[in-house]
């Protein structure tokens, strides 16, 4: 039986960070979720960065069909979880049913890739984060603190079963992290 993979999303996610790990665990043969606040059309987001500008623009991207409601899933029944970045975990990260699913993947010791801005998402969990190691998007790093974690300035962190990259650029590494723990 092949490994099920659980990515937890929504709308304006970064396009990259969810299509690249979907389309790359899809390769691996795996069986892979898209979980979302409703099953819906979700519109996701390029983040690009323009010569001069201090920040990221953002344009409309590709559309993407999630799978699953968040009420709608048994984390035990899946083998790792991704979590990509763009602006989504800014508002799912309010969604009741998301903590414990998040919360199963650690306690449980599963393999859990956070890239880019997932930051804000594992914030609202302190209790699993406080004494952890991960990176992120650089302006994510006070929510990495306040949890109590501790910020590592690298693209790509491996700490316990927490995979973290800073964001897409650093997919191809972030994925091979993640594959190999699954591994």
Same mark, same amino acid.
């Given at each position: 039986?092949?490994? $099920? *993979?659980?990515?937890?999303? !929504?709308d304006a996610v ?5 299509f690249y790990p979907?389309? %790359?665990?899809?390769?691996? !043969?795996?069986?892979? #979720? ?9 519109? #996701? ?6 010569? +001069? ?17 968040? #009420? ?6 899946? =083998? ?32 859990? +890739? ?17 004494? %952890? ?7 994510? $790093? ?9 910020? *590592?300035?690298?693209? *790509?962190?491996?700490?316990?079963n927490l995979v973290? +990259?800073?964001?897409?650029? =650093?997919?191809? !590494? ?8 699954? $591994?």
């Amino acid at each position: 039986m092949s490994k $099920k *993979i659980l990515i937890v999303t !929504g709308d304006a996610v970064e396009a990259l960070e969810v299509f690249y790990p979907y389309y %790359r665990c899809l390769e691996e !043969g795996y069986d892979v #979720t898209i979980a979302s606040p409703a099953v819906k059309k979700l519109h #996701t987001v390029v983040h690009d960065f323009i010569e +001069g500008m201090e920040t990221f623009v953002e344009k409309p991207a590709y559309d993407l069909k999630s799978h699953a409601a968040f #009420t709608d899933i048994s984390p035990e029944e899946f =083998d790792g979880l991704v979590i990509p970045g763009g602006r989504a975990p800014e508002y799912i990260r309010m969604n009741e049913a998301l903590k414990p699913i998040i919360s199963h993947f650690f306690q449980e010791n599963k393999p859990v +890739g956070a890239i880019c801005h997932a930051a804000q998402l594992l914030a609202v969990i302190p209790e699993l984060m406080q004494g %952890r190691e991960y990176t992120a998007y650089p302006s994510c $790093k006070p929510d990495v603190l306040v949890c109590g974690a501790k910020y *590592i300035d690298e693209q *790509i962190h491996t700490h316990q079963n927490l995979v973290s +990259g800073q964001a897409w650029p =650093d997919l191809p !590494g972030f994925m091979r992290e993640f594959l190999s723990l699954l $591994k």
